[in-house]
């Protein structure tokens, strides 16, 4: 779905972006072992921006890609915030305009879990917010399994204030803030924590809100919420079910951010092996992600005529197999085009 983004980011932008392509892919995990390279992060670091396709194949084990590239790239780029928009379509159910924060590298993503046994498991992290080493033993009569929700202030403050910085788009509605907090207490006790002593110095008051009323909330009445400030499983859950709700995952973008410069930015929905190379997926979640690149990049009208004209070759009728088109893929990145500027 890249090539499909790009051809309409270099449309509207004269070809004026210059890309480096990379590699990192299951294809190249399978046939050579090599998740991604230490010379490969180091030119990302570089860089201004990522343009990041899916990378998934049914015969790589899960979580060997999403914790090798994804997760490493989130981590050592220092990507802890993760924009979720969700904007309703021509054909949406749903009328709603909303923006899910979701943080990108703590809570129960940080890869500490295993099984408990006497001799202990140890887990070493160390990020551009906090570097420590966590232990965990214990016995029991069964086999035990755990994985840890770890939160750090640091990591939040930076989030909590970087979050704020999205409140524009969706001025006029509140910012929610969900967690678990009746259930997981000691780890969204901090959460709540940061959330209240940031927002109160930019002069808001949050409206703190458990994920499963959230959930319910949207379906019955999405237009009540604007910016959504979620923990990073809660803001995974939601984001998804946002996106079904304006359509499916593939009209659903994001974008990573750090305090650095380079920035991330992919199609929610992950791949799909078994239509590869027949020029049916549906491409619009990673034209999307393009014009929030072009944002990112300073070129926030030509990113803003680019959404515009997703919307008009909806609106045209101009859609995929999987809403119920009959066109393809091509087609699709045609009509785009051609409501360009």
Same mark, same amino acid.
């Given at each position: ?50 343009l990041f396709g899916a990378i998934g194949d049914p015969r790589v084990k899960p979580g060997i ?64 917010? *906090? ?44 910012v929610t803030v969900v967690d678990k907090a009746n259930a997981v207490t000691g780890l969204y006790?901090? *959460? ?146 051609k409501h360009l500027p």
């Amino acid at each position: 779905m890249i090539p499909a983004a790009t051809e309409c980011i270099d449309h509207i932008t004269g070809g004026s972006i210059e890309y480096v392509k990379y590699g990192a892919s299951s294809e190249r995990y399978i046939r050579e072992s090599t998740l991604i390279t230490e010379n490969e992060m180091e030119e990302l670091r570089k860089m201004d921006a990522i343009l990041f396709g899916a990378i998934g194949d049914p015969r790589v084990k899960p979580g060997i890609m999403e914790r090798g590239v994804i997760l490493r790239l989130r981590r050592e780029l220092g990507l802890f915030l993760n924009l979720r928009p969700a904007r309703s379509l021509p054909f949406s159910k749903f009328d709603m305009n909303i923006a899910i924060a979701r943080e990108n590298t703590e809570e129960f993503y940080m890869g500490f879990g295993g099984k408990i046994d006497e001799g202990g498991s140890k887990f070493l992290h160390r990020s551009n917010a *906090w570097s420590g080493e966590l232990e965990v033993s214990g016995s029991s009569d069964d086999d035990l399994y755990f994985n840890l929700g770890v939160m750090s202030r640091k990591n939040l403050e930076r989030f909590f204030r970087k979050a704020l910085s999205f409140k524009q788009a969706n001025e006029g509605k509140g910012v929610t803030v969900v967690d678990k907090a009746n259930a997981v207490t000691g780890l969204y006790e901090i *959460w709540r924590e940061v959330a209240g002593e940031e927002l109160a110095k930019a002069g808001i008051k949050p409206h703190f809100m458990y994920g499963d009323a959230v959930a319910y909330d949207l379906v019955m009445d999405p237009s009540k919420f604007g910016l959504i400030m979620a923990s990073n499983l809660y803001g995974d859950i939601l984001s998804d079910l946002c996106a079904g709700m304006i359509g499916g995952l593939g009209f659903a973008p994001s974008g990573s951010y750090g305090l650095g410069k380079v920035a991330l930015f992919e199609p929610v929905h992950g791949s799909a092996p078994d239509i590869a190379g027949r020029g049916i997926a549906n491409p619009i979640g990673a034209i999307l992600s393009g014009a929030m690149m072009l944002d990112h990049l300073g070129m926030k009208e030509k990113g803003q005529a680019l959404e515009e004209a997703v919307g008009l070759a909806v609106q045209d009728g101009v859609m995929t197999h999987d809403i119920g088109g009959s066109d393809g893929t091509k087609r699709v990145v045609a009509s785009v085009v051609k409501h360009l500027p």
